[in-house]
């Protein structure tokens, strides 16, 4: 069974970082690429970042891009998310989700907002960010 558990949330004041983990079950990286999704009160589900092992790709959305690192680590079969200079617009509970390497990184689920085909998702971490 597959499966996906989030950790590393939590309170954090503005400018501070955080190290979010996807630890994953019943997949293998090269056949699942991974991605972080994040939902913030009363706003749609947004694509953050993604990385997909079978084709050595990353990707980030403007709203992190050049403050965050997605990395890997095969062995312990975990993604991280690092978020560095935190700022009250990155609180929201965030998401990791598996999909199959062919979709892409980023897959079309980044930019359209309905995640189609074969998704599966953790439950999520909550982020919380104070000015």
């Known amino acids: 069974e597959l499966q996906l558990v989030e950790s590393g949330g939590g309170l954090v004041q503005a400018g501070r970082s955080l190290r979010l983990s996807c630890a994953a079950s019943?997949?293998?990286?090269?056949?699942?690429?991974i991605g972080w999704f994040r939902q913030a009160p009363g706003k749609e589900r947004q694509g953050v970042s993604c990385?997909?092992?079978?084709?050595?790709?990353?990707f980030y959305t403007n709203s992190v891009k050049g403050r965050s690192t997605i990395s890997s680590d095969n062995a312990k079969n975990t993604v991280y998310l690092e978020i560095n200079n935190l700022k009250p617009g990155d609180t929201a509970v965030y998401y990791c989700?598996?999909?199959?390497?062919?979709?892409?990184?980023?897959?079309?689920?980044?930019?359209?907002?309905?995640?189609?085909?074969?998704?599966?998702w953790g439950k999520g971490t909550l982020v919380t960010v104070s000015s």
């Open positions: 990385i997909n092992n079978k084709f050595g790709s990353t």
């Open positions: 989700a598996a999909f199959p390497s062919g979709y892409g990184c980023p897959p079309s689920s980044f930019f359209d907002g309905e995640a189609y085909g074969e998704y599966y």
């Open positions: 019943g997949l293998r990286f090269d056949d699942f690429a």
